[in-house]
């Protein structure tokens, strides 16, 4: 799963998945703005099928945030 967040974060940031690690958050990547944020969550939901809330959307704010709530709906 670890993996398919990080391609997907990959695609959607235009990062090298290599790179993508517990510190890649909106401070350490330049994209990562609101609208990216915004795509980076639909192709989450679009990929594992799952859909998610305000708040959860609100505390995807690093790589280990989005892991942890990508499992949490899976």
Same mark, same amino acid.
Not at 20 to 24: K, L, R
Not at 39 to 45: F, G, I, K, S, Y
Not at 63 to 68: A, E, L, R, S, T
């Given at each position: 799963m670890e993996q398919r967040v990080r391609q997907v974060m990959a695609e959607i940031l235009h990062l090298d998945p290599a790179r993508?690690?517990?510190?890649?958050s909106p401070d350490t990547v330049e994209r990562?703005? $609101?609208a990216n944020h915004i795509?980076?969550?639909? *192709?989450?939901?679009d990929e594992f099928g799952?859909?998610?809330d305000v708040s959860e959307i609100e505390?995807?704010? $690093?790589?280990?945030?989005?892991?942890?709530?990508? *499992?949490a709906k899976v």
């Open positions: 993508i690690d517990g510190s890649t990562w703005d $609101s795509n980076l969550v639909l *192709a989450l939901e799952i859909a998610f505390a995807m704010v $690093s790589f280990p945030d989005i892991v942890q709530g990508v *499992a």
